[in-house]
């Protein structure tokens, strides 16, 4: 059996520097501390869902991402998967 730690829609305080911002971040699903997913449901993913994925993953210092698209008849064509500079840092 597989041990898998899953997070699901949680809030993340936010800060800059040492203050506490009074907004929150929000994702859709974390997986084992590696991999952050945000699901939509739009007829197209535009820009803005891009950034708002690429910007969790900065913040958590998290590797990788993963956009889904709902809204579609295949959803492996809707999958759209990012990584950032924390991705250098994994153990082959």
Known sequence: MLDIVLKVRK?????????????HLRYDLLVE????????????????????LL?????????????INLYTDNITK???PFVNEYFRKLKD
Request: glycine share 2%; net charge positive.
């Open 33 to 52: 501390k590696n991999i952050v997913i945000e699901i939509k449901t739009v007829e197209n993913l535009l820009a803005v869902h891009e950034a708002q």
């Open 11 to 23: 809030k993340v305080p936010l800060y800059y520097e040492s203050l506490k911002l009074d907004a």
């Open 78 to 80: 809707s999958m759209k």
């Open 55 to 67: 910007t969790n993953m900065k913040l958590l210092k998290v590797p990788q991402g993963l956009l």
